[in-house]
């Protein structure tokens, strides 16, 4: 029996407020992929954080080649040969790839152009097209990730670690990151891939580890694995099938007419997007992040000016109207960043609950808020969305990121009397909170509401939308009904190319 | 929670006390072994600090007087802090809240009645204090510029303006020192000690602070501004404008030090004279530090800061120790708090995972 | 006219120094608001060092000194307990103003009259200085004012051209960028807070070894926020920065010859006032910055 390249034994993590990880024991061998398998929450980011370093264990050890080692900071990971490609990337927006690469790897005084051939080479190598003297902040997510695995490979790593590598990707690009990663490993080298979608898993995985509430629940090779099983591990227990009763609609209530929209940096981020949704229907909007799904959302919601173009609600133009007046008119948002712009993490769930009504004349007495009433609205919340928290005045900082999420959907559910945005309402959270979230989406809908569901989750997408339209470049390519759209043509348009016209949208 | 826990004060609240009231010991002390440099003995120093402060009403109740100024300059840093501005220009709107308060009793003196140019003074001196400090807040909203920056500039245009109008448009009629006349009685703060020099504006001080306190968490508008201090995304999602409530968290703030003006012309000094209460800005954001900008905490700070000064100045008739020691235990005592902020949170989050350990356990 | 030039350059001297250092800090995402009391306390030390020894040169020790003491006690107030960098800052200054006095009157009680030092004497460049008009203008200045102008130009080469300088923008803008690279982000920040310190001492004693001769409580004046403010303006780089202490050198320079001239049409008052209103209105005129993204944020790794 080979001695594997890297074992855990018995790692056990706290935080604060939760166990994220208990006598965790793992081993990882040479030239081949492991996938850390588990839902959002599960302890898989952080077991891999503690072998890069970035975390401290209170309990457990670490051997490398049957050596006992202590890892202490990324530096020592990475003399060890470890790379950790993060969800977040830790790169410099304002800096060049190069600059990026070399930074903490070079001492003394900076050849830029010997350097920036080196990048070159290396990228060259692994078939990157990657230009070292452009700006991280002009580049597409797909690349800059790019840039942080050649960070990695910049440093020799022998194991590459990737949390949830495809969540930026479309469907092509995925497919190009597992062919490098087969590439990789065919090398010698060793790959763990953290994800939660079980379809990567079957694609590219040798061995699977299956993680639930911070403890490992299955260790298998590939080969005696089933789509199925890995679900019943992975989750636990039976959830009820989601049932989604598509009604026909008749009205219109949110017409968006050529709409542009400029970005913060003065570029068009949305073209002449037209769609509208009816009253009591969810329309989807497919596509790669990055592709103008903030700035849709940001338009609708009044927090980007309009260029040019038109949003109607119920007939009358929004396009003109503050913030305030537009939740005054019903407009609800669940953006995509829920802890910046939705939730002021030092205040009190009741606090929070006020964010959106601090000026209507209902909830206050004079100049005074009416702290009976909110803590009442805060109170009904807590019961009908089964949030767990202490009481209304818990500060929403100690919260779990399902139960705050479900803070700002119970809150912007209520604003939108007329219309809810919502901007990738289940990222990170747990099956439980996901399965909630989405019952409230298709509760809203059946009300009578318009909704629009902006997702990069093309099975929520599929799961909820009555109609989906995908956003390529600030463009909508492409509207189509549920019952006649497929994974593969949404993908396709996804990544700019219109199958049945056989055209691809210039960037 | 079960009842019994509810009862007994919560830990995190007995952590501030204890930590409080350890940082002013400590900085106390460290003060104290200064004064061996000057060969004095810090325990009798003390000691005799303490009888003198209690033994006569008129020293007393001096330190309530002292407190009074710099309860104002607290809450001005204090309001502004909640909106994550920082004003440090506290001491400038308290010299321009000075100007007018004199201006308008010397010149309403006489004309018009004690109590209503009292009224006029203290209005005079809040718009005036509020006007400067609203202009730091409008270059913020409309320029982007940095609070902290301009706020920190006014403090010296601030007190240049007032020594040029000392020099010529306020100085006395015998024209010998840069300085006023002095007042006319009727337009004194009434004393409310008798035999001391408390006077009524320290009442005015924590009624004002009490106020700004329910205005900060009980109102509609103290609740943007907080949102606006704590998360400005968030506030600019709730529609909430950022530049707006900048002006107007610098108008009151402005309006508050420009209330110490009032309080030390008219309960004071009776008449404005250059370089008077040079440090009430300064030390008005070292107590807001302290009390963590809590309104009714800075008014313990301002007492305490103002047993201080008073104490310093004890020292210095008494012992020979100079007035510098009053900074030197200011400085101390801020120093030490700020430090046990770190321990304090250091504890409350070792508790918590005692607590989860002990959930595991079970 | 050459002699207000000539004291421009020698009035910006300090101002680029502290400026130089505050880019530095700033750029590591460090906010030095201990920098009026690092001045002062590098001014007064600057002054005791030499007048107990007769020495500059002592002097210049003492206040450098005394400068990274403070610097040091400032970093770890903001970088290891990461409280907020205003809050310490404010704190600091208030506290060094007492100690300064208090130490003044311990060491030298209550003087009839001000001490005095030897002012410290210009240092002609052979040849240079006899160049007309330029030559006493750039080239008859103190030996501190070439060092500054010498520094600011090293501070950018620095700053851009080395990994060095690379690592300390990258923990202004990003500093996990830099933990993950395996650097510590505590100690980069410690680094270039003491660099402050030891400048800012030096730029103080400007003040009380070159410049006056003496100590006095208000030799300050508000100059370190003066530094801390052509930081700002000079767009955190230390050539912009040489441009700011220069338009401030002239300004204070102005602001001097107006005044012992019988000043005139404007009042003393106004001509004091002028520096600090020319920050403000050149703060609100810039429109362009380059704030370094993660400026004032302590950097706190577990969550």
Redesign the interface.
């Known amino acids: 029996m080979e001695t594997p390249f890297i074992e855990l034994k018995g790692i056990t993590k706290?935080?604060?407020?939760?166990?994220a990880n208990k006598d965790i024991s793992l081993s990882i061998g040479k030239g081949e992929v492991l996938a850390l398998l588990g839902e959002n929450g599960a302890g898989k980011s952080t077991i891999m954080k503690v072998l890069y370093g970035?975390?401290h264990a209170e309990e457990g050890d670490i051997f490398i080649n049957a050596e006992k080692t202590t890892i202490s900071?990324?530096?020592?990971a990475?003399?060890l040969g470890i790379g950790?490609i993060q969800q977040h990337f830790?790169?410099?927006?304002?800096?060049t790839v190069t600059?990026?690469i070399?930074?903490?790897?070079?001492?003394?005084?900076?050849d830029k152009a010997v350097l920036s051939r080196q990048v070159r080479n290396l990228a060259e190598t692994y078939g990157f097209n990657i230009d070292p003297d452009s700006f991280i902040m002009d580049l597409s997510v797909g690349l800059q990730q790019k840039v942080e695995i050649l960070k990695a490979l910049y440093r020799e790593a022998e194991l590459l670690i990737m949390d949830e590598p495809t969540a930026v990707l479309t469907p092509q690009e995925a497919d190009n990151l597992m062919a490098f990663i087969r590439e990789f490993v065919e090398r010698g080298n060793s790959v763990v891939f953290i994800t939660h979608k079980l379809k990567e898993v079957m694609k590219v995985a040798d061995r699977v580890i299956v993680m639930r509430s911070g403890r490992i629940l299955g260790n298998l090779p590939k080969a005696e694995t089933t789509e199925k099983g890995l679900s019943a591990l992975m989750v636990g227990k039976e959830l009820p099938f989601l049932e989604n009763k598509r009604r026909p609609v008749s009205e219109i209530g949110v017409d968006i007419k050529q709409l542009t929209v400029l970005g913060p940096q003065g570029h068009v981020a949305l073209e002449t997007v037209s769609f509208s949704i009816g009253k009591g229907e969810i329309f989807g909007i497919a596509g790669v992040s990055g592709n103008g799904q903030q700035e849709l959302g940001e338009g609708i919601?009044?927090?980007l000016p309009i260029k040019s173009g038109d949003i109607l609600l119920d007939g009358k133009s929004i396009k003109d109207l503050?913030?305030?007046?537009?939740?005054a008119a019903g407009v609800g948002?669940v953006?995509a960043?829920r802890l910046?712009?939705?939730?002021?993490?030092?205040?009190s769930l009741s606090?929070n609950m006020?964010?959106?009504n601090?000026?209507d004349p209902a909830?206050?007495k004079n100049?005074?808020?009416n702290?009976q009433k909110l803590n009442g609205y805060a109170d009904k919340a807590i019961e009908d969305y089964s949030i767990k928290a202490?009481g209304n005045n818990e500060l929403v900082k100690g919260l779990s990121g399902g139960n705050q999420q479900k803070v700002v959907v119970a809150r912007e559910v209520d604003v939108g009397r007329k219309v809810i945005i919502f901007d990738q309402p289940t990222r990170g959270l747990d099956l439980g909170a996901i399965d909630y979230v989405h019952k409230t989406i298709l509760a809203e809908r059946d009300k009578g509401k318009c909704v629009l569901l902006i997702s990069t989750e093309l099975s929520e997408i599929f799961e909820l939308s009555d109609r989906i339209g995908v956003l390529y470049n600030g463009r909508l390519l492409r509207i189509i009904n549920r019952e006649d759209a497929d994974i593969e043509t949404i993908g396709m348009l996804m990544a700019g190319y219109e199958p049945e016209q056989g055209k691809t949208h210039e960037p | 929670m079960n009842r019994s826990k509810a009862k007994l004060m919560s830990p995190k609240l007995r952590d501030l006390i204890i930590t409080t009231f350890l940082s002013v010991f400590l900085g106390l002390a460290v003060s104290g072994l200064m004064m061996l440099f000057l060969g004095a003995d810090p325990l009798s120093v003390y000691g005799r600090l303490l009888q003198f402060l209690v033994r006569d009403k008129y020293t007393f109740a001096d330190i309530f007087v002292k407190a009074t100024p710099l309860v104002f300059t607290a809450l001005a840093f204090a309001f502004t802090f909640k909106a994550n501005l920082y004003n440090i220009g506290a001491q400038g709107q308290f010299n321009m809240g000075s100007v007018a308060a004199v201006f308008c009793s010397l010149f309403l003196g006489g004309i018009v009645p004690g109590p209503i140019a009292l009224l006029l003074a203290l209005t005079a001196a809040v718009v005036s204090g509020g006007v400067w400090g609203m202009m730091v807040g409008y270059v913020k909203a409309r320029f982007q510029a940095n609070d902290f920056l301009v706020s920190m500039m006014s403090v010296f245009i601030a007190l240049a303006l007032m020594n040029y109008l000392l020099r010529t448009v306020l100085i006395e009629a015998k024209r010998e020192y840069p300085q006023t006349d002095t007042i006319i009685h009727d337009l004194y703060i009434p004393i409310i000690a008798s035999g001391t020099r408390l006077h009524a504006g320290f009442i005015l001080a924590v009624t004002v602070a009490v106020l700004c306190w329910i205005f900060l968490y009980k109102t509609t508008l103290g609740y943007r501004i907080r949102v606006v201090g704590m998360n400005p995304v968030a506030a600019k999602f709730a529609g909430i404008d950022a530049g707006k409530i900048f002006v107007i968290a610098f108008l009151i703030s402005g309006a508050l030090a420009g209330m110490a003006g009032f309080t030390e012309v008219n309960g004071v000094q009776h008449m404005l004279v250059q370089g008077f209460n040079p440090t009430i800005g300064a030390e008005g954001i070292g107590i807001a530090i302290l009390a963590n900008a809590n309104p009714i905490g800075i008014i313990f700070g301002a007492i305490l800061f103002g047993a201080l000064k008073v104490g310093g100045q004890i020292l210095g008739q008494t012992s020979g120790i100079p007035s510098s020691i009053i900074e030197i235990m200011e400085g101390f005592v801020m120093l030490f708090v700020l430090i046990s902020y770190y321990f304090r949170r250091r504890i409350e989050t070792r508790r918590e995972i005692k607590k989860l350990k002990s959930e595991v356990a079970q | 006219m050459i002699n207000l030039l000539s004291r421009a350059i020698l009035m910006s001297t300090p101002l680029l120094i502290g400026a130089t250092a505050e880019v530095f800090a700033e750029r590591a995402g460090v906010m030095i608001i201990a920098i009026e009391g690092i001045f002062l306390i590098g001014a007064w030390g600057g002054f005791v060092g030499a007048f107990t020894t007769g020495s500059s040169f002592m002097g210049f020790v003492l206040a450098t000194a005394l400068g990274v003491l403070i610097a040091a006690l400032y970093g770890v107030i903001t970088v290891k307990l990461k409280q907020h960098q205003v809050v310490a800052g404010t704190a600091l200054n208030i506290f060094i103003a007492g100690i300064v006095t208090f130490f003044h009157r311990v060491l030298f009680g209550v003087p009839l009259l001000p001490l005095t030092i030897e002012p410290f004497k210009t240092m002609p460049i052979p040849l240079l200085s006899k160049i007309p008009i330029v030559g006493p203008i750039l080239f008859s200045q103190s030996l501190l004012t070439y060092v500054a102008y010498i520094v600011a130009p090293l501070g950018f080469f620095i700053l851009f051209k080395t990994s060095a300088g690379l690592v300390v923008r990258s923990t202004g803008e990003n500093p996990e960028s830099v933990d993950v690279a395996g650097i510590n982000v505590e100690r980069v920040r410690l680094i270039v807070i003491l660099i402050a310190g030891f400048m800012g001492g030096i730029a103080g004693s400007f003040y009380s070894i070159v410049y006056l001769g003496m100590y006095t409580s208000g030799i300050i004046g508000g100059r370190g926020w003066i530094a801390f403010a052509i930081c700002f303006l000079g767009n955190w780089n230390p050539l912009g920065a040489m441009v700011g202490a220069l338009v401030f050198g002239i300004a204070e320079a102005l602001a001097i010859y107006m005044q012992s001239s019988g000043g005139g049409i404007l009042p003393n008052e106004l001509l004091i006032a002028m520096p600090y209103i020319l920050t403000i209105v050149l703060t609100i005129s810039r429109k362009r910055f380059n704030v370094p993204t993660k400026l004032g944020v302590p950097y706190i790794k577990e969550h």
């Open positions: 706290y935080f604060s407020r939760v166990i970035l975390y900071s990324p530096k020592d990475i003399n950790m830790s790169l410099v927006p304002r800096h600059e990026n070399i930074l903490g790897n070079k001492s003394g005084i900076l919601g009044g927090l503050s913030v305030k007046e537009r939740i948002y953006h960043d910046t712009a939705g939730l002021v993490l030092e205040m606090e006020f964010l959106k601090s000026f909830w206050a100049i005074f808020i702290r202490s």
